[in-house]
């Protein structure tokens, strides 16, 4: 998902492939000692394009973090609204004290950058029904600006516990590496 898409020829296995690895996962009980709240109180917000995948850049293994992903790693409405979730979750677990971090991070070569071109942003929003104009600041052109933005956007966020910090980063997929932009507050 960049200008210069580099796509891998197609793959026959797809999820056959995936079940297979699942099946030795499952063999090697990879599944043993998993736990419900994360093991370092962390929650990531991030793109879904696949070379983004923070089981690997940030190297976290299973229960490590919440990991939600979506288009750009934006933070919207509904992410906004997970966050709510699980920080209310939270407090019932933990009377006191800072509950767990909240990490925006964005990337340079983002596929959202389509949505900047007249034509394709056009085309989405009449298929999806939305906004061009919000369609429009949805893209990360520059990822250090948005998740700036972003970070501003849940902590000013009334539904989201004031217990809950949150950190804004970038992540660039020739070196990566991760930068921070906005240190987590409190
Ligand atoms: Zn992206």
Redesign the pocket.
């Known amino acids: 998902?960049s200008d210069a898409p580099n796509i891998s020829p197609a793959h026959p296995g797809n999820i056959a492939t995936a079940l297979e690895r699942n099946r030795a996962f499952a063999a090697a009980r990879g599944y043993e000692g998993a736990v419900v709240f994360p093991n370092l109180r962390l929650f990531v917000i991030t793109?879904l394009?696949p070379r983004?995948d923070p089981a690997h850049f940030l190297g976290l293994d299973l229960s490590d973090s919440i990991v939600v992903r979506n288009v750009?790693g934006r933070v919207t409405e509904e992410v906004i609204n997970d966050v709510a979730f699980i920080g209310q979750l939270a407090e019932m677990a933990l009377p006191d004290g800072p509950l767990f971090e909240v990490a925006v991070i964005h990337?340079n070569q983002?596929?959202?950058g389509a949505l900047a071109d007249d034509g394709f942003r056009h085309s989405y929003a009449e298929k999806i029904g939305a906004d061009e104009s919000t369609l429009r600041d949805h893209a990360?052109l520059d990822p250090a600006a948005t998740v700036a933005h972003d970070t501003e956007l849940l902590r000013s966020a009334s539904a989201v516990s004031p217990r809950v910090t949150v950190s804004g980063h970038v992540y660039d997929v020739t070196t990566g590496l991760v930068e921070t932009v906005v240190p987590a507050d409190g």
């Open positions: 998902m793109c394009d983004v750009g990337h983002c596929g959202t990360v």
